[in-house]
């Protein structure tokens, strides 16, 4: 069992055109025959160059090599030719035909599969081979980018190497999952790892500073959300800094006065009917609150 399951290999088989996929596996194409039902030529996959050993049924899609030696003699899909021709492993062959012909099909994993291989790296993990854990959570991941187990197992792998960066971007992908799911104390935790090891990394502080507002600690997430506020700024990323800036104006702490933060930005982006719109909101704000 790979990935993939045995459904979506036949769903995107059933969408090949045979001559397509030879021309895109390019060996001798020019001695193909062609008859009603079949394709006949030389095989890609034990590279023959005297004999037209490769039959393929055009309605079936599938394939077989008549030299007994050949990796093709079993038979299969155009896929598994696809795959044993250019020595990809299947999951990677499907990929890449879907990839090329654009085809309409969905790639669901095969969550079984990934929860045996989370356990394989686990296995791993407990043994020390970090190495090994590491290549099996990454291959999880590529797969399916949510997957918990696996995110976990990156983080125990980083931990063990001291890799701080890696680390963070494990968290990262981690808290927002969490978060994703509506599980905010769940995610806390990898937040706050988050913006410990990328602190250069602007989001993790705004998250933080949520975090800090709801337990009443004002001073601290102003702290955080002026720092995101600063990167966002200084990488560019104009909306959320000044996202991050009135969310502190509207926290109405006067600790800190965001407006000249705030009309720099404008300035920088060049609108300055912007920073009067955001003057006269604000004062209008001030006006009601003062009535
Ligand atoms: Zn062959």
């Not at 990929?95 to 045996?116: I, R, S, W």
């Not at 686990?122 to 043994?127: A, D, G, H, K, T």
């Not at 020390?128 to 197992?153: M, P, Q």
């Not at 509506?182 to 790892?193: L, N």
Request: proline content about 3%; glycine content about 6%; hydrophobic content about 40%.
């Amino acid at each position: 069992m790979g990935v993939y399951s045995e459904k979506v290999i036949a769903e995107v088989n059933e969408q090949l055109d045979p001559r397509a996929v030879l021309e895109l596996i390019g060996y001798h194409t020019d001695k193909l025959q062609e008859s009603a039902e079949t394709f006949r030529g030389f095989c890609p996959i034990h590279r023959e160059t005297v004999f037209r050993t490769l039959i393929i049924d055009k309605s079936k899609r599938t394939f077989r090599c008549m030299y007994s030696l050949c990796k093709g003699a079993a038979g299969g899909t155009l896929v598994e030719l696809y795959a044993l021709a250019k020595e990809l492993s299947l999951e990677n062959a499907l990929e890449e035909l879907v990839a090329h012909f654009q085809l309409n099909v969905q790639l669901p994993v095969d969550p079984e599969y990934l929860e045996k291989q989370a356990e394989v790296g686990e296995n791993y993990l407990e043994l020390g081979y970090l190495d090994e854990a590491e290549k099996v959570f990454l291959d999880i991941v590529a797969a399916d980018a949510v997957f918990e187990r696996a995110i976990r197992g990156l983080i125990h792998v980083y931990e063990q190497r001291g890799e701080s960066e890696s680390l963070g971007r494990q968290h990262a992908a981690l808290a927002q999952i969490l978060i994703q799911r509506g599980e905010r104390s769940a995610a806390e935790e990898h937040v706050r790892a988050w913006a410990q090891y990328l602190p250069d990394d602007p989001q993790s502080h705004r998250y933080l500073g949520d975090y800090l507002v709801e337990q009443g600690d004002m001073e601290s997430a102003l702290e955080e959300f002026m720092m995101a506020a600063d990167l966002y700024a200084a990488q560019g990323k104009y909306e959320e800094a000044i996202e991050a800036y009135t969310h502190v104006d509207s926290l109405q702490l006067d600790l800190v006065d965001v407006v000249p933060h705030v009309l720099q930005i404008y300035e920088q982006m060049e609108q300055p009917q912007k920073a009067v719109q955001f003057l006269r909101e604000r004062a209008e704000a001030a006006v009601l609150r003062a009535d």
